[in-house]
Every structure is written in C-alpha cells, then in structure tokens.
C-alpha cells in the first residue's frame, strides 16, 4: 500500500481490497492526506488479530509517531512491526521480496519527501519449447539453461544458451512521485517506467504558486514523462479547486500522449 | 464537538454541520474511534485559515501527541490552540461561557477516560409582564427586579422579587459516558440530567466479555439512566457483531422507559 490517508479503510472496503493482504506500507510523507489513516489501519489490524508482520516504510519520526500513539494508550500491538525510517536525500532500495524490489525517490516538497520505484525483479530465461524437441534437450540440460548456461555436449559441440531459451518480458516498472515540485533530478531515477504516477496539483497557469506550496503542474508532470521516457503518465492529486478534473488531462495531453487521471476506484493494469 | 474519530468531516459536511462553529473539543480518550480524527480535523482548520482560537480537552498525553505532529510536519498551526489535559480520577469543572458549565466523568475502561457533563448556566430571573402593569414598575425598577432584588419604593413598600419574575426554566442537562463499564459511582455525579448518553457495547448475556473488555451493557445503562433519574437514555457504542441495533433498544425499554438509539445522522433535541 502507498500512502495511507484518513478514511483509507472507507475506500478498501468499497473496493474489496483485502487487508489482510497488505504486508507493507510506503508513506511518503506525513501530511494528513498521505498518513492520517494510518493508526486506524493499524488499529485494524490488531482487532483482527493480524499476527503476521507488517512493515512500514516512512519519513524519519514514523518510529515517534507509532511510540507515541502506544504511549498513550491507543494500541498496544499484537502483531510484529517493522518501522524502516528513509533518508529522504539520497535513492536506495529499501525492500526486495520474490517479486519486486522498491527503492527511494527523493522529492522536494515542503517537508521530507519520498518517493518510490517499484521493479520486478528478474525474471529466469525460459526455455524455448520447440528447442528441446530440435535439439533433442535432456531434463539436467534443461535445468543447465534455465539458469543461463549453454549446453556443452561430447566432443566440441556447444548449443549456445540464447539459441534454446527466451529472453523474459522486460522488468515492468512503476513510479510514484507525490508530493513534489517539477524536478529534473528525477529524470534519470526514473527511466523508462511503465507507468510513472506524477502529482498534479495545478494547472501551469498557476505555476508560481504550485513551485511555491511544493507542486508541480500538469504540463510539468507530462514533462518529466517525457523526458524520461515513460511509456504511460498518470495524474493525480488535483487541487479542490478545479471541479472538472478533465483539464488537466488535456494540459497533460499537449507534451505527452499516454496520460491518464488517478480517481477514485480505477484500477491500470501495468 | 464529543469526540472525533477517524472520518468524522465525512460527516460532519453530510450533516451540514459548519466546521467553523467548533471553538471546543472535548476528547474522551484516545482509542481511535474517538480520536483519530483530530488530526485531520486541525489539518483543515489551517486549510480554511482559521484564525480564532480551538480549545481541546482530553486525556494526558494529547500534548505530547499534538507535539509530535507538529514536530515530524503534519501541520503547522496558524491559529492558537488551547491544549487543556484532564484528571482522569476526579469530576472537575473544565470549561464555562456563556451558555454552558462543562465538567469531567471519570469512567472506567481499559485506558484513562473521561465522560463529560453539559449544564446550561444558571439564567437570570425573568419579569412577568402582568407585574410591569400591575405594579407600573418603572424602568429602574425592572432592572433592580432583574437582578433579584426586591423593589423599594417610598415609605416601608417591598414589592417581593417573586411577585414580579419569573422563575427561569430548569438548567438543561446532557451527560456523555463513553467508553465505560457499569458504574454506579456515576450515579450522583449526573443526578437528574436531560439526556443521558451511556455506551451500550453489548447485551447483558455478554455481561462478562463487556465487563472484561472496558464495556457496559444495554441493560446497564438502562440501569444508570434509571437510578440517576435521567429524562431519557440515549444508547450507542455498539458491537459491530450486532446486524440489527434495535435489540439494544428493547433490553433497554425493560428497565427504562424513554430510550433511543444513537445512529448517524440524528438529531436529539433537549
């Protein structure tokens, strides 16, 4: 899960998403829209007697904040919680499971600010079906290719590994980036993502005022897509003052094709 | 405002109910039902440029845990907040303006709580218009009658307070005791109030579980409502295990007579 607002729990339900799946958290900031619904989840949790761990991974003083809240009598946890506090000026990798590795994407807001990739990790070469049957391929010369290797046989006869296996789909990636103002830095943090989630909390009318709350605009959003090559731009986090949220696709629309706006309930596929 | 938990401007814009026409927060403690909304709540009184003052009363450690926002950045304050932390062991008059006497409850649950207690301030006495005739009470006079002097006119006349006001209506009452568990030393603490809200978590077969888990039962509060000769029970807090609410009502109705069921939305008059 990425950022945890208040009411969060409101949406999860009308969504059917299961919290019971969720073993890891990445806040990105602590303004209330991106954190305050995180006692209540963890509350939650406890209540349905969670007893597997869940990690949160969170601006420097989230180890505070969650002591304070036992301190006080809130929750008393009874499950396992691991609070990873993120340097917020450098990009790390912060999480590796058996499907994805996370890293850091420094942003600059109005407090510390982080942002993060989400990659899958490689994946193994898969054997080429109609290979075995060419070259008549053994279980042990299978086993032999799939971690890499050519095949050598007796005498000098070598199947090189790319002739029998099939290179795996490219790694997707997904990029969150909010809150921040227009950055360039990102660019190269950022290459080449599948789908780059960029805030838009202006129109670039108001360019002025979204460098100096810490925002960025629409057009700069569909900028830093462009310039780092993502194949889709997703928008969100959109100012309550505009009430047709539509025009900031079509600002985003006149330097990038691919955009789509983060509401409510929709899902992308990546 | 009683409490605040986690979504509550969801339906505080619902009801319609003006955000800036809370000055006071009255906190009973610090389980999230009843609190985790504060943040958010003081997040959008900046948000709205708030300037007057809030006052918040609540359980030891809302300082600390107010600190602790401000500290890691959720929120700098642009209006003054008053932070007033309550003794949880004793009844204590903790607010007064010009319409109400609030005092403290201490109830009885798994972490300190403190139910309050809401008394009109005792109003002045009124002139019964028959008297102004009657008598022909000079301007004077009516002020003096006002104040509760009597009125002297020359020679030994003494027209008596009581023949020329009235007596002002009863100072209303409404008692809120959440979270608790059954409690008689409650009883004279809110002798003959309006409007008693009490907690019923559960039914009286699940007396113990309520007993062990900080809870009281709808027959309970039933029993506190008749005891403290309260005009009428208002009962909520209910287990979410309970589908249908209306058998919290009728285990009520066997022991006290004027019941109701607190649901979202309704509105008690007093």
Redesign the interface.
């Known amino acids: 899960m990425i950022d945890c607002g ?2 969060c ?2 949406r999860l339900n009308q969504y059917k998403v299961k919290k019971s799946k969720i073993d890891e958290i990445f806040i990105s ?4 829209d991106h ?3 995180l ?2 989840l963890i ?1 939650s949790f406890n209540l349905s007697s969670r007893t597997k761990s869940l990690r949160i991974y969170g ?1 420097i ?2 180890k ?2 969650i002591g ?2 036992e ?5 008393y946890l009874n499950f396992p919680l691991e609070i990873h506090e993120l340097n917020p000026d450098i990009s790390e990798l912060i999480h590796k499971d058996e499907n994805v590795e996370v890293s850091t994407l420094p942003l600059k807001h ?3 600010t982080t942002g993060f990739l989400f990659r899958e990790k490689e994946k193994p070469r898969k054997i080429d079906s109609t290979a075995i049957e060419k070259f008549k391929l053994s279980i042990p010369e299978i086993k032999q290719a799939k971690e890499g290797g050519d095949v050598l046989r007796h005498g000098d006869q070598r199947i090189p590994n790319v002739d029998i296996t099939l290179t795996p789909k490219p790694r997707r990636a997904y990029a969150y980036c909010s809150d921040t103002i227009y950055d360039e830095e990102l660019v190269d943090l950022i290459s080449g993502t599948d789908l780059l989630y960029h805030e838009a909390t202006y129109l670039h009318d108001m360019q002025d005022q979204a460098r100096a709350r810490g925002h960025a605009t629409a057009r700069e959003a569909a900028i830093i897509a462009k310039k780092s090559h993502a194949k889709r731009l997703l928008l969100g986090h959109f100012s309550s003052r505009y009430k047709d949220v539509s025009v900031f696709l079509n600002e985003a629309l006149e330097v990038f094709p691919n955009c789509d706006l983060a509401q409510d309930g929709k899902t992308f596929k990546i």
Chains 1, 2 share one sequence.
């Open positions: 208040e009411g729990q409101i900031h602590f303004h209330g954190f305050f619904g006692p209540g509350t601006p003083g989230l505070k904040f304070t809240l301190e006080i009598g809130s929750f109005r407090i510390p």
